[in-house]
């Protein structure tokens, strides 16, 4: 018997491996979908041009949000060492997504989306985490940011461990619409203080403004000002093509053009949340 041993051992061992590999090869590709697809970071990370995002930059930081509360510059978060995350552990950057603090103890402002992102499961996060790494870098210094607003001393506690949502459509529509994609935070009503009036949740009204003019957030709720008289087919043409239920053409900054890789899962899941908002006029 003893000489099969080493035989049997190097079986395990390259059993073992396979595993880890095919749950790097998971861990990737659920990462990619979060990043490019449903979280669309490079709505904002990615310079765009009028063709949408441009060739051999992405995710490598320089847009401008010009508000009157802000002039904040999309920093470059490929694996660039001198520019970009690329010197930056997986645990600074889990706190930099989730708690919009950065390494040397900086808070980061908006529009970066943290108060959403805190709801990000450990594992998403880890997965945003591990594909992140695999972009190819880009060497592209982007300005600081400035605040002419206060910002808070921390968007809240730390962030300890959040687990992945009910297995339900309406619990993982909810995650996606919130955590992940944060529909809700362009879809609700800004308070002055500059969070989400949460009480007004998916009414619309945020208005943005760009070389296309003035958008203005819809109503997504149930009501008849909303989404109430709209098939689930037109509610996912509008959220995978930018086009409403009369046919126009919707202005940015929607991420259109991230959303139609949605899985058909995901588009029921977002339907099933969203009808289940309480209406709003
Ligand atoms: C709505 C626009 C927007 C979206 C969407 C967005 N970000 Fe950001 N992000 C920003 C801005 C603007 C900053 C910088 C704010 C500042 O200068 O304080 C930032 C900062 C960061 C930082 C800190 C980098 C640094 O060098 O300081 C990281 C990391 C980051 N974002 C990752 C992500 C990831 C990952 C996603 C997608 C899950 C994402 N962001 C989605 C706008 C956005
Ligand atoms: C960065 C802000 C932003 C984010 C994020 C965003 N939207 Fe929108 N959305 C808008 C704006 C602005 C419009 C209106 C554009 C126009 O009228 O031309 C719009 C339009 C829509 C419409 C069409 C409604 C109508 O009456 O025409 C639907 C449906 C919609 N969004 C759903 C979603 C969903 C679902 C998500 C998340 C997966 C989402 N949006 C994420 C800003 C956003």
């Known amino acids: 018997m003893r000489v099969f041993l080493p035989a049997i051992a190097a079986v395990a061992a390259l059993f073992s491996l396979n595993q880890a590999v095919a749950q790097d090869t998971a861990l990737l590709a659920r990462g990619r979908h979060l990043v490019e697809v449903t979280g669309a970071c490079g709505n904002c990370h990615t310079p765009m041009g009028p063709q949408g995002p441009v060739a051999g930059k992405a995710l490598a930081g320089g847009t401008v949000f010009d508000e009157p509360p802000f002039r904040a510059v999309a920093p470059n978060i490929t694996p660039d060492p001198e520019t970009g995350i690329g010197r930056w552990t997986d645990a600074q950057l889990a706190r930099?997504?989730?708690?919009?603090?950065?390494?040397?103890?900086?808070?980061?402002?908006?529009?970066?989306?943290?108060?959403?992102?805190?709801?990000?499961?450990?594992?998403?996060?880890?997965?945003?985490?591990?594909?992140?790494?695999?972009?190819?870098?880009?060497?592209?210094?982007?300005?600081?940011?400035?605040?002419?607003?206060?910002?808070?001393?921390?968007?809240?506690?730390?962030?300890?461990?959040?687990?992945?949502?009910?297995?339900?459509?309406?619990?993982?529509?909810?995650?996606?619409?919130?955590?992940?994609?944060?529909?809700m935070e362009c879809h609700t009503p800004m308070l002055p203080a500059g969070q989400n009036d949460r009480t007004r949740l998916g009414a619309g009204g945020m208005e943005f403004r760009g070389p296309w003019g003035v958008s203005v957030a819809r109503n997504l709720t149930p009501h008849a000002n909303g989404l109430g008289g709209w098939t689930d087919a037109q509610i996912i043409r509008a959220v995978t093509q930018g086009i409403s239920s009369t046919d126009r053409p919707l202005a940015p900054p929607m991420a259109f053009w991230a959303y139609r890789n949605m899985t058909p899962q995901e588009l029921g899941d977002l339907i099933a949340y969203l009808r289940s908002l309480p209406p709003q006029p």
């Open 96 to 183: 930099a997504i989730r708690e919009g603090i950065r390494p040397d103890g900086s808070l980061i402002g908006p529009p970066m989306p943290m108060t959403l992102y805190r709801g990000l499961s450990d594992q998403d996060v880890a997965a945003m985490i591990a594909y992140l790494r695999t972009v190819p870098p880009v060497a592209n210094a982007v300005e600081r940011s400035v605040y002419r607003i206060q910002l808070p001393p921390a968007y809240g506690p730390p962030v300890a461990s959040v687990p992945p949502p009910a297995d339900t459509p309406v619990a993982r529509g909810e995650y996606l619409a919130n955590a992940v994609a944060h529909c």
